[in-house]
């Protein structure tokens, strides 16, 4: 990063203006720094993929725990989320990062080394609160540091770095039991149970991420409300290039200035119990889950292989869609800044409605062998295909918009609180359908995906009627939403 002169904590440079190209370079490379905590995310929240099947043979338990063990994190996530808000606006975006690097260390390392399924949940909840710190620091510090050209681009980072992690880490899980005698329940040849390497190897991102973090920048409006404009004033001409600096600093003070203790009351609004903006970015979130995406990166493993698959085959086939989630997130990024968020979210909420229904309708018609579907003929295939196109319509629109929204679409006063509460109710959405889907696929899986089906199709009616479009907007202009921007 020196050679482009990225400044460190502790040596912000001078603060003269730079060319557009290096200034956008540096805001880039800022964003990709603060967004190694949702490749965290993902790879953690996804590393227990390949070892379901293999925790519930060796610690013998039944649909309803394992649901609780692997959704276990998500109920940290909300607690992290809940505070990380907060917690950054006492003492600094980069340390709340640094704090989360260590929480996924001890959560890795812990994971591995459980005794029992109560001892993992408690290690998952550990890593939970890592995630859901990162998942409101990254999108907030990417917010305040691109400029409003570069946001969504930047913004989407976020969601890129947590399909890579998810990819990462059912790569890993892949090699880890092709490499061992028995798969994920078999002996690993450095010793000791493959499914424990699988939880241990998310040590490694989570030192890379706390490292990291000590080469960026603290956020420059954090660094003005603690009254140091001069080293605020050093970041932004970093990412501004030949815009007016001194005009920034004055409008983040003049936000600043208007600024108190933010509370719950203040989301308070007359409708509901809180402000529109606030339901609007509630919704998104719940959404963003209820159409049932992390089932496939959580489950896909067992999904497949309760239908026909092999343990290989069905680990290569959730590292397909891994890699169809990756290449759709640069195709959001490419455009999100240029046609905006509410028709990407559009699209994506229509793509999920048929691929979800196309599942449903497969599984629900699939010949029950021993109490499990199986996809016979032409229906496999079939299944696979919507798989992947579903994975696609998500990682290309709801993935990354969501997440782009949830940094921008807010108030500066509100922003901290009001994107705490969003992202909690993203995870404990999270945790409903992760936790409820192996009873549920118990009874039917087409009853499950018929589900996700409906929400889907509701997701698409509520972009249409409530979702405002923040492309192009200034965060101290966000105080202006309250309609849609029809497009």
């Known amino acids: 990063m020196a050679q482009h002169g990225v400044p460190g904590q502790g040596d912000l440079g001078p603060a003269h203006p730079e060319g557009p190209s290096h200034s956008a370079a540096t805001a880039a490379m800022l964003a990709g720094a603060a967004a190694l905590g949702g490749f965290l995310f993902g790879y953690d929240s996804s590393v227990i993929n390949g070892a379901v099947d293999a925790i519930k043979a060796q610690f013998g338990l039944n649909p309803v725990v394992v649901g609780l063990v692997v959704s276990s994190a998500l109920l940290g996530c909300a607690a992290g989320a809940w505070f990380a808000g907060p917690l950054a606006d006492r003492i600094g975006r980069v340390r709340v990062m640094l704090i989360a690097s260590i929480l996924f260390m001890v959560s890795s390392l812990g994971s591995a080394l459980a005794f029992n399924a109560w001892d993992l949940t408690f290690w998952r909840l550990v890593g939970g609160l890592a995630i859901g710190a990162a998942s409101v620091i990254a999108p907030a510090y990417i917010a305040e540091i691109a400029p409003a050209e570069l946001r969504g681009r930047l913004g989407s980072l976020q969601q890129m770095a947590i399909v890579l992690g998810i990819f990462a880490a059912l790569v890993v899980d892949y090699v880890i039991a092709r490499a061992s005698e028995g798969g994920a329940s078999g002996q690993f040849p450095w010793g000791g149970t493959a499914w424990r390497w699988m939880f241990a190897s998310a040590i490694v991102p989570a030192v890379m991420y706390g490292v990291i973090a000590t080469t960026i920048p603290e956020s420059p409006r954090y660094l003005v409300k603690k009254h140091q404009p001069a080293k605020a004033r050093a970041v932004l001409a970093r990412v501004m290039g030949h815009g007016d600096v001194d005009l920034k600093i004055r409008e983040i003070g003049r936000s600043l200035a208007r600024d108190r203790p933010v509370h719950l009351r203040d989301l308070r609004g007359h409708r509901l119990g809180l402000l529109p903006i606030v339901w609007v970015g509630i919704l998104l979130s719940v959404f963003q889950q209820f159409v049932g995406i992390n089932v496939i990166f959580y489950y896909s493993s067992s999904l497949w292989q309760a239908v026909g698959f092999s343990e290989n085959d069905a680990m290569l086939t959730s590292v397909i869609n891994s890699v169809v989630n990756v290449l759709a997130t640069l195709l959001a990024i490419a455009l999100v800044d240029k046609i905006g968020r509410r028709p990407l979210l559009l699209a994506g909420a229509a793509g999920m409605t048929v691929t979800l229904g196309i599942m449903t309708i497969c599984f629900a018609t699939a010949p029950v062998v021993n109490g499990e579907p199986v996809l016979g003929g032409a229906a496999g295939p079939v299944a696979l295909v919507a798989a992947n196109v579903y994975v696609l319509s998500f990682a290309a629109t709801w993935g990354p918009v ?28 999270n945790w409903l359908i992760t936790t409820t889907f192996p009873g549920i696929s118990g009874v039917s899986l087409g009853l499950a995906y018929g589900m996700y089906t409906v929400f889907a199709a509701l997701a698409f009616i509520f972009v249409m009627r409530a979702v405002p479009e923040t492309k192009g907007r200034e965060l101290e202009d966000m105080d202006q939403l309250a309609t849609p921007a029809r497009t």
């Open 402 to 429: 969501v997440w782009v929204m949830l940094g921008e679409m807010f108030n500066n006063f509100i922003r901290a609180s009001a994107l705490a509460v969003a992202a909690a109710a993203q995870w404990i959405a």
